[in-house]
């Protein structure tokens, strides 16, 4: 499974961003694929989820700010991301669990106040 990100990019707080992630599978047959973030010192924690039966989850720290969803057709997977805050600022990370994890290469996100 090959991962790649795009859509990053410098935004001031309250902005929005897309981030894509195409994905080299049919991601109907991926168990779950998810966006997750890793700011400068700190662990890599998941942003947001769905499973190939269509349903999410995302961390509270985003809830009712992101959005992700998936366009079946284009074998991609977005991740909508509105009122963005500084401690949004992150390096942000495509996920396929498929059996064995996969990652994409990320894609830097900037949130400036």
């Known amino acids: 499974v090959t991962l790649v990100e795009s859509g990053g990019g410098l935004v001031q707080a309250g902005g929005s961003l897309r981030l894509s992630c195409v994905c080299s599978?049919?991601?109907?047959?991926?168990?779950?694929m998810a966006w997750y973030r890793q700011a400068p010192g700190r662990q890599r924690e998941m942003v947001a989820g769905i499973t190939s039966g269509g349903s999410t989850t995302y961390a509270d720290s985003v809830e009712g700010r992101f959005a992700i969803s998936r366009d079946n057709a284009k074998n991609t997977v977005y991740l909508q991301m509105n009122s963005l805050q500084p401690e949004d600022t992150a390096v942000y990370y495509c996920?396929?669990?498929?059996?064995?994890?996969?990652w994409g290469q990320g894609t830097q996100v900037t949130v400036s106040s």
């Open positions: 996920h396929a669990r498929a059996g064995a994890s996969y």
């Open positions: 599978w049919n991601i109907l047959t991926i168990d779950l």
